[in-house]
Protein backbone atom coordinates (compact mmCIF):
# COMPACT_ATOMS: atom_id res chain seq x y z
CA UNK A 1 0.00 0.00 0.00
CA UNK A 2 1.01 3.28 -0.23
CA UNK A 3 2.37 5.80 2.20
CA UNK A 4 3.13 9.38 2.43
CA UNK A 5 5.67 11.10 4.68
CA UNK A 6 5.69 14.93 5.31
CA UNK A 7 8.61 16.42 8.03
CA UNK A 8 8.88 18.07 9.99
CA UNK A 9 5.24 18.40 11.92
CA UNK A 10 6.16 21.46 13.69
CA UNK A 11 9.21 24.14 12.98
CA UNK A 12 9.65 27.50 14.87
CA UNK A 13 12.33 29.40 12.38
CA UNK A 14 13.75 33.01 13.17
CA UNK A 15 13.18 35.32 10.05
CA UNK A 16 16.16 35.22 7.33
CA UNK A 17 16.67 31.36 7.89
CA UNK A 18 16.62 28.50 5.11
CA UNK A 19 13.66 26.36 5.30
CA UNK A 20 13.53 22.62 3.93
CA UNK A 21 10.26 20.58 4.34
CA UNK A 22 10.32 17.12 2.75
CA UNK A 23 8.09 15.06 1.40
CA UNK A 24 8.48 11.42 0.05
CA UNK A 25 5.85 8.95 -1.22
CA UNK A 26 5.68 5.22 -0.71
CA UNK A 27 4.10 2.27 -3.03
CA UNK A 28 3.46 4.09 -5.90
CA UNK A 29 5.71 5.29 -8.94
CA UNK A 30 5.54 8.80 -11.44
CA UNK A 31 2.94 10.74 -8.80
CA UNK A 32 1.74 14.32 -9.12
CA UNK A 33 3.19 16.16 -6.33
CA UNK A 34 2.20 19.24 -4.20
CA UNK A 35 2.85 21.52 -1.99
CA UNK A 36 -0.24 23.83 -0.49
CA UNK A 37 -0.36 26.00 2.29
CA UNK A 38 -2.69 27.27 4.89
CA UNK A 39 -2.49 30.96 6.40
CA UNK A 40 -4.12 31.70 9.47
CA UNK A 41 -8.28 31.54 9.24
CA UNK A 42 -7.91 30.58 5.20
CA UNK A 43 -7.90 28.09 3.04
CA UNK A 44 -5.63 25.84 1.21
CA UNK A 45 -3.84 27.56 -0.86
CA UNK A 46 -1.49 25.46 -4.03
CA UNK A 47 2.19 26.50 -3.81
CA UNK A 48 3.80 24.34 -6.48
CA UNK A 49 2.91 21.23 -8.27
CA UNK A 50 5.02 18.75 -10.61
CA UNK A 51 4.29 15.68 -12.79
CA UNK A 52 7.59 14.41 -12.88
CA UNK A 53 11.35 14.94 -12.00
CA UNK A 54 12.63 18.34 -12.17
CA UNK A 55 9.35 19.49 -13.41
CA UNK A 56 7.88 22.23 -11.19
CA UNK A 57 4.86 24.63 -11.61
CA UNK A 58 4.47 27.51 -9.35
CA UNK A 59 0.97 29.15 -8.72
CA UNK A 60 1.98 31.66 -6.81
CA UNK A 61 4.59 34.09 -6.50
CA UNK A 62 6.45 34.14 -3.02
CA UNK A 63 9.56 33.31 -0.99
CA UNK A 64 9.67 30.11 -1.45
CA UNK A 65 10.62 27.59 -4.15
CA UNK A 66 9.75 23.87 -4.80
CA UNK A 67 12.29 20.75 -6.39
CA UNK A 68 11.82 16.97 -7.02
CA UNK A 69 15.29 15.64 -7.13
CA UNK A 70 13.77 11.92 -7.27
CA UNK A 71 10.35 10.61 -8.62
CA UNK A 72 8.86 10.40 -4.83
CA UNK A 73 10.36 13.19 -3.16
CA UNK A 74 9.18 16.79 -3.31
CA UNK A 75 10.79 19.37 -1.29
CA UNK A 76 9.97 22.99 -0.53
CA UNK A 77 12.81 25.73 -0.17
CA UNK A 78 13.05 29.14 0.96
CA UNK A 79 16.76 30.73 1.20
CA UNK A 80 15.24 33.34 3.40
CA UNK A 81 11.99 33.18 5.59
CA UNK A 82 10.31 35.86 6.24
CA UNK A 83 7.22 36.43 8.70
CA UNK A 84 4.52 36.05 6.51
CA UNK A 85 5.84 32.33 5.31
CA UNK A 86 4.29 30.89 8.66
CA UNK A 87 1.44 28.84 8.34
CA UNK A 88 0.58 25.46 7.78
CA UNK A 89 2.24 23.56 4.51
CA UNK A 90 0.76 20.47 3.21
CA UNK A 91 2.27 17.58 1.10
CA UNK A 92 -0.32 15.80 -1.21
CA UNK A 93 0.03 13.25 -3.97
CA UNK A 94 -1.98 11.79 -6.59
CA UNK A 95 -2.22 10.05 -10.20
CA UNK A 96 -3.84 10.75 -13.49
CA UNK A 97 -6.43 8.54 -15.14
CA UNK A 98 -8.07 5.76 -14.07
CA UNK A 99 -5.14 4.50 -11.27
CA UNK A 100 -6.03 6.75 -9.11
CA UNK A 101 -9.16 4.68 -7.30
CA UNK A 102 -7.32 1.69 -6.78
CA UNK A 103 -5.12 3.52 -3.80
CA UNK A 104 -6.50 4.01 -0.28
CA UNK A 105 -6.94 7.12 1.81
CA UNK A 106 -3.23 8.11 2.28
CA UNK A 107 -3.15 11.00 -0.22
CA UNK A 108 -2.31 13.97 1.92
CA UNK A 109 0.59 13.96 4.21
CA UNK A 110 0.31 15.37 8.06
CA UNK A 111 1.49 18.23 7.41
CA UNK A 112 3.97 20.77 8.95
CA UNK A 113 2.98 23.78 11.25
CA UNK A 114 5.75 26.31 10.58
CA UNK A 115 6.00 29.60 12.57
CA UNK A 116 8.73 32.37 11.29
CA UNK A 117 9.78 34.57 14.80
CA UNK B 1 -15.69 31.48 -7.10
CA UNK B 2 -14.25 28.50 -5.06
CA UNK B 3 -15.16 25.49 -6.71
CA UNK B 4 -15.61 23.65 -3.08
CA UNK B 5 -17.95 25.01 -1.10
CA UNK B 6 -18.97 24.06 2.62
CA UNK B 7 -21.05 24.85 4.86
CA UNK B 8 -21.67 25.17 8.00
CA UNK B 9 -18.59 27.40 8.38
CA UNK B 10 -19.09 26.90 12.10
CA UNK B 11 -20.98 24.14 13.83
CA UNK B 12 -21.58 23.99 17.75
CA UNK B 13 -23.36 20.72 18.92
CA UNK B 14 -24.18 19.29 22.17
CA UNK B 15 -22.75 15.90 22.67
CA UNK B 16 -24.63 13.04 21.77
CA UNK B 17 -26.14 15.10 18.52
CA UNK B 18 -25.98 14.02 14.84
CA UNK B 19 -23.94 16.20 12.63
CA UNK B 20 -24.16 17.01 9.13
CA UNK B 21 -21.44 18.86 7.15
CA UNK B 22 -21.69 19.92 3.23
CA UNK B 23 -19.75 20.40 0.69
CA UNK B 24 -20.48 21.33 -3.08
CA UNK B 25 -17.87 21.31 -5.69
CA UNK B 26 -17.98 22.81 -9.38
CA UNK B 27 -15.34 20.60 -10.78
CA UNK B 28 -15.27 17.45 -12.53
CA UNK B 29 -13.41 14.99 -9.91
CA UNK B 30 -11.66 11.83 -9.84
CA UNK B 31 -12.28 11.73 -6.27
CA UNK B 32 -13.14 13.50 -3.01
CA UNK B 33 -11.78 13.34 0.36
CA UNK B 34 -12.87 14.41 4.07
CA UNK B 35 -9.89 15.63 5.96
CA UNK B 36 -10.17 16.35 9.74
CA UNK B 37 -8.02 18.65 11.34
CA UNK B 38 -7.28 19.31 15.38
CA UNK B 39 -6.34 22.95 17.12
CA UNK B 40 -2.55 22.98 16.13
CA UNK B 41 -2.50 19.71 14.82
CA UNK B 42 -1.90 17.80 11.23
CA UNK B 43 -4.36 16.22 8.91
CA UNK B 44 -6.28 13.18 9.01
CA UNK B 45 -7.53 11.71 6.32
CA UNK B 46 -11.18 10.36 6.85
CA UNK B 47 -13.00 8.97 3.69
CA UNK B 48 -11.87 8.84 -0.24
CA UNK B 49 -15.22 9.02 -2.24
CA UNK B 50 -15.98 8.45 -5.70
CA UNK B 51 -19.05 7.38 -5.32
CA UNK B 52 -22.00 6.20 -2.72
CA UNK B 53 -21.41 5.81 1.18
CA UNK B 54 -18.62 4.95 3.37
CA UNK B 55 -19.03 4.21 7.21
CA UNK B 56 -16.07 4.38 9.56
CA UNK B 57 -17.50 3.81 12.96
CA UNK B 58 -19.43 6.68 13.56
CA UNK B 59 -18.65 8.73 10.89
CA UNK B 60 -20.23 8.45 7.81
CA UNK B 61 -19.70 10.23 4.05
CA UNK B 62 -21.84 9.95 1.23
CA UNK B 63 -21.78 11.77 -2.49
CA UNK B 64 -23.90 12.41 -5.40
CA UNK B 65 -22.02 12.77 -8.41
CA UNK B 66 -24.89 13.74 -10.70
CA UNK B 67 -25.59 16.93 -7.99
CA UNK B 68 -21.72 17.36 -7.22
CA UNK B 69 -22.85 17.38 -3.62
CA UNK B 70 -20.93 15.05 -0.62
CA UNK B 71 -21.80 14.96 3.37
CA UNK B 72 -20.35 14.19 6.14
CA UNK B 73 -22.14 12.73 8.89
CA UNK B 74 -21.44 12.39 12.55
CA UNK B 75 -23.50 10.11 14.71
CA UNK B 76 -23.23 10.40 18.47
CA UNK B 77 -21.24 13.44 18.38
CA UNK B 78 -18.66 13.72 21.11
CA UNK B 79 -16.37 16.20 22.47
CA UNK B 80 -13.22 14.85 20.78
CA UNK B 81 -14.99 15.25 17.44
CA UNK B 82 -13.97 19.24 17.79
CA UNK B 83 -11.91 19.89 15.03
CA UNK B 84 -11.98 21.15 11.50
CA UNK B 85 -13.44 19.27 8.63
CA UNK B 86 -12.09 19.81 5.64
CA UNK B 87 -13.80 18.39 2.02
CA UNK B 88 -11.52 18.14 -0.62
CA UNK B 89 -11.29 17.54 -4.19
CA UNK B 90 -9.18 15.94 -6.34
CA UNK B 91 -9.57 17.19 -10.62
CA UNK B 92 -10.47 14.42 -12.71
CA UNK B 93 -7.09 15.05 -15.01
CA UNK B 94 -5.22 15.10 -11.85
CA UNK B 95 -3.40 18.05 -11.36
CA UNK B 96 -4.78 19.62 -8.70
CA UNK B 97 -6.55 18.79 -5.45
CA UNK B 98 -9.29 22.42 -4.62
CA UNK B 99 -9.68 22.34 -0.77
CA UNK B 100 -13.26 23.81 1.06
CA UNK B 101 -12.14 26.58 3.64
CA UNK B 102 -13.44 24.03 6.08
CA UNK B 103 -16.25 23.66 9.05
CA UNK B 104 -14.92 24.06 12.43
CA UNK B 105 -16.97 21.67 14.37
CA UNK B 106 -17.34 22.30 18.57
CA UNK B 107 -19.06 19.72 20.38
CA UNK B 108 -19.94 20.73 24.24
CA UNK B 109 -20.48 18.13 27.02
Known amino acids: SQTIHQWPATLVQPVGSPLSLECTVEGTSNPNLYWYRQAAGRGLQLLFY??????ISSEVPQNLSASRPQDRQFILSSKKLLLSDSGFYLCAWSLTGTNYMRYTEAFFGQGTRLTVV | KNEVEQSPQNLTAQEGEFITINCSYS?????LHWLQQHPGGGIVSLFM???GKKKHGRLIATINIQEKHSSLHITASHPRDSAVYICAVNEFTGNQFYFGTGTSLTVIP
Open chain 2, 27 to 31: VGISA
Open chain 1, 50 to 55: SVGIGQ
Open chain 2, 49 to 51: LSS
